[in-house]
Structure formats: structure tokens, C-alpha cells
């Protein structure tokens, strides 16, 4: 499991097994601003940054700190936290040295904290095994593959806005469906690489 | 998140009863407010899942409201969101240890989603919007009808998921696959990440059918 070149991950979370496609991470966020390309490309941006830091930070805690001192149970509440204090401190970094990017990215921020793709990354490379090199390349690989997956639904609901969609579809229940056609689309990337 | 829930007729202000019916249907979290959607779809490949995570989510949603509101008054405002989160994990590390020690094959299964529910917009925004502002009781009470309507939800794309997908129910075969030597074809999408994704979407929509929403002055929502 936990021998595979980090390139592999990386090419594997973006299209064969897409981390908001497969694993159902991040979709309240999906689905709550996937209204326009802008917001989403933003949004998708942001997520990137922090999920490769995030599994960058978690993954050496887990295995400098937590292991050696035996308290792995708190896991969970150690990786929100890292989450929560990270997002928070970025968020005042990004103010502080650029105005410019802190009006463009400044919104999303306090909601990365929420969004669960960045904390089931950091849950599903510890439960993966995987090394540092590994991790890294998952949070990346994840970020750009969340980024893809909300930015093509976001361009797709702009051109929805001009169909007729049927008054019990209108809303979420269409934009499920059309990330379940999505979903199979990026099934015949299968087999492309094995994680 | 959660701004919207005062729109029903000024439900939330209401007592017992009322508080049942606002979290088990008029405001269901996941058909009519859209939370909690990662782990609806990622744990319903079969009925068992389902219902240990509505399980699991119940008893997180109602243990953090519980000690959101009894610590209301002495949490201070700026990082209400931090005492909460943490409330919200402590639980989350209990029943995932309950799990593990009693039931292990399942905490298997559920993989990294048991520990999700700390990020689950239901619990986060019950404690934020309900238990924040309401007594101990009535609060415990929001959570458990809640839990409820996410129990019902899951339960249901489960039952889809499982049936169409294995032709089976908890496991035991209802109709018998081809592959068996019966007549069922499976369908194996339904069991795969799409069908997730459909299921539900065709779920809320029938929710919309029957409660009537989407009606023509809410229309251009979407």
C-alpha cells in the first residue's frame, strides 16, 4: 500500500480517484459555492494551499509527536485544531502582506476551516500509511482534483441557468445528478494508475 | 449556514413539539438544508453503514448540544467556534473508541468518516444556531430531532442503494443476483460513487415533490 512513487498519488487523487468524486469530501462547501466560475477557481485555489500544508504539518505531528508519546486517540482533535489555528493564522499573514490577495481570497478562508476535504485528507493519510513524500502529494494531488471537480460543475450550473429543469429538480437535486454523470465521466480514468 | 432556518414560521422559537417537527422534516439538514452531505453519500452503500452512522451523528449531535448550552453563558463570544469544535470532537473521539472496542469490523468500514462528523455542517451549525441561544433541554431536544431527520435520509438512500445495487437488505438477500443464479441483475453503479450522488438527488427532489417546495416565488433559487 504505501510503496507507490508520490507522483503515481498524484496524478491518481486528481482524475482516477478524485477526492470529491469518490470520496465524498468537501461537498457542502461543492455545493454551496459552485454557482460561478470565479467564486469556485478562488475557492479551489485556497483549498490547495491549505490542504498541502495541512498534511504537510499533520503528517510530521502524527509521527513525531503523537506516536512517540502514545496518544494517537487524539488524533482527530489535534488535526482540527492544526486546521483551525493554520487557516486562522494565514488568514491574518494574507491581511497583513497583501491587501490584494486577502480581498480575493479573504472570503473562503473561514470556510476551509468546515470544509471536510482538508480534514479527511489529513484522516485518510494516516489511515493510508503513507510517508511524508506521500502525503504531501496526496494533499496536493486532492486540492488540484477538488479544484477541477467544482470548478467544471461551476461552469455547467452557469449554462444550467438557461434549461428548463423540471420545478422538484431545481436547486441541489439536479446538481447531484450532474456530479453523479461527472462521478461516472472520471470512472473511465480507472485503471489509469492503482492507488 | 444556517440563516435560513427562521423562515419556516418562526419554528425555531418554538418548544418541544415543534422543535421535533422543524429537525425531523420541515428543516430536514440534509434534504432541505444540505448538510452533512459527505457522509450521506459516502457510507450508504448498504443499510448497516447508514444506520450506524445516523447513530453515530445523533449521538454527537446530541451530546454537543447538550454541553454547548449548558456552558453558554460562560464561553465568551470570540471563540465560541473553538469551544465548540472542541465539544464537538471530544465526542466524536468517545464514539469512535466505542466503536472500535465493541464493533471494529464497522469502524472499518466507516474508515475516516466517523472522525468527519467533527466538520459536519449539522452538528456545527445546531450547536451555532440552536444551542447557543436555548436551554440544556430543549437543545438536547434540537439535536435529537436532527439526528432523526439525518437518520431518515440516510436510511432511505441506503435502502436504494443497497437493494438495487446487491439486491440485499442488513446483508440478507432479498432478490437473488444473476450471478447467484437468480433473476437479478445487479446494478453495480449504485454501489460505486455515482450512484451516490443520484440517489440523492433524486431523493431530495422527491422530498421537494411532496413538501411542495421550489414553489414559483422561491423559483429562481437555483
Redesign the interface.
Known amino acids: 500500500m504505501s510503496d507507490i512513487s508520490p507522483w503515481a498519488i498524484l496524478i491518481a487523487t486528481i482524475f482516477t480517484s478524485n477526492i470529491l468524486?469518490?470520496?465524498?469530501?468537501?461537498?457542502?462547501s461543492f455545493?454551496a459555492c459552485s454557482r460561478q466560475v470565479d467564486t469556485a477557481v478562488g475557492l479551489g485555489a485556497a483549498v490547495i494551499f491549505v490542504m498541502v500544508c495541512t498534511t504537510a504539518i499533520n503528517w510530521w505531528i502524527y509521527t513525531h509527536a503523537l506516536i512517540p508519546l502514545g496518544i494517537e486517540?487524539?488524533?482527530?482533535?489535534v488535526?482540527?485544531?492544526v486546521i483551525?489555528a493554520f487557516v486562522q493564522f494565514v488568514e491574518m499573514f494574507v491581511e497583513r502582506f497583501s491587501p490584494k490577495l486577502y480581498h480575493a481570497l479573504g472570503i473562503f478562508l473561514p470556510l476551509i476551516?468546515?470544509?471536510?476535504a482538508?480534514?479527511?485528507a489529513s484522516?485518510?493519510m494516516i489511515?493510508r500509511n503513507y510517508d511524508f513524500h506521500q502525503s504531501v502529494a496526496f494533499g496536493f494531488g486532492g486540492g488540484i482534483g477538488w479544484m477541477l471537480a467544482i470548478v467544471l460543475i461551476a461552469g455547467l450550473r452557469q449554462k444550467?441557468?438557461y434549461s428548463d429543469?423540471?420545478?422538484?429538480?431545481?436547486?441541489?437535486?439536479?446538481?447531484?445528478?450532474i456530479?453523479?454523470?461527472m462521478?461516472?465521466i472520471f470512472?473511465g480514468f480507472a485503471g489509469m494508475v492503482k492507488i | 449556514?444556517s440563516d435560513n432556518h427562521c423562515n419556516h414560521g418562526g419554528l425555531c422559537g418554538g418548544k418541544g413539539k415543534e422543535t421535533l417537527k422543524a429537525g425531523v422534516w420541515i428543516t430536514n439538514p440534509v434534504a432541505i438544508q444540505?448538510?452533512?452531505?459527505?457522509?450521506a453519500?459516502?457510507v450508504t452503500t448498504t443499510l448497516m453503514n447508514s444506520l450506524v452512522m445516523s447513530i453515530a451523528l445523533t449521538f454527537v449531535c446530541v451530546g454537543s448540544n447538550l454541553f454547548v448550552s449548558l456552558l453558554r453563558d460562560i464561553t465568551p463570544r470570540r471563540i465560541r467556534?473553538?469551544a465548540e469544535?472542541?465539544i464537538i470532537?471530544?465526542f466524536?473521539?468517545v464514539f469512535?473508541?466505542l466503536l472500535k472496542a465493541f464493533y471494529f469490523e464497522m469502524s472499518e468500514q466507516l474508515?475516516?468518516y466517523v472522525?468527519?462528523i467533527?466538520?459536519?455542517?449539522i452538528v456545527?451549525g445546531r450547536a451555532e444556531a440552536f444551542a447557543l441561544q436555548n436551554p440544556p433541554t430543549v437543545s438536547m431536544l434540537d439535536g435529537l430531532a436532527n439526528g432523526v431527520g439525518y437518520t431518515i435520509v440516510l436510511c432511505a438512500v441506503g435502502f436504494f442503494r443497497e437493494l438495487f445495487g446487491a439486491g440485499q437488505l442488513f446483508g440478507i438477500t432479498i432478490w437473488r443476483t444473476v450471478a447467484d443464479g437468480g433473476w437479478y441483475p445487479q446494478n453495480v453503479?449504485m454501489i460505486?460513487?455515482?450512484?451516490?450522488?443520484?440517489s440523492?438527488?433524486?431523493l431530495?427532489?422527491?422530498y421537494?415533490?411532496l413538501s411542495g417546495?421550489?414553489d414559483p416565488d422561491k423559483?429562481a433559487?437555483?
Request: aromatic share 8%; proline share 4%.
Open positions: 468524486l469518490t470520496n465524498f469530501l468537501g461537498m457542502c455545493l486517540h487524539l488524533w482527530f482533535i488535526a482540527i485544531a483551525a476551516t468546515v470544509n471536510c482538508i480534514l479527511g484522516l485518510l489511515t444550467m441557468s429543469v423540471p420545478r422538484p429538480f431545481q436547486g441541489v437535486a439536479i446538481v447531484m445528478i456530479t453523479g454523470i462521478a461516472m470512472m | 449556514m444540505v448538510l452533512g452531505i459527505c457522509s453519500l459516502a467556534m473553538i469544535v472542541a470532537a471530544t466524536v473521539i469512535d473508541l474508515g475516516p472522525g468527519l467533527i466538520t459536519n455542517c456545527m453503479v460505486l460513487a455515482p450512484g451516490a450522488f443520484i440523492l438527488g433524486f431530495i427532489a422527491l421537494n415533490w417546495a421550489n423559483e433559487a437555483s
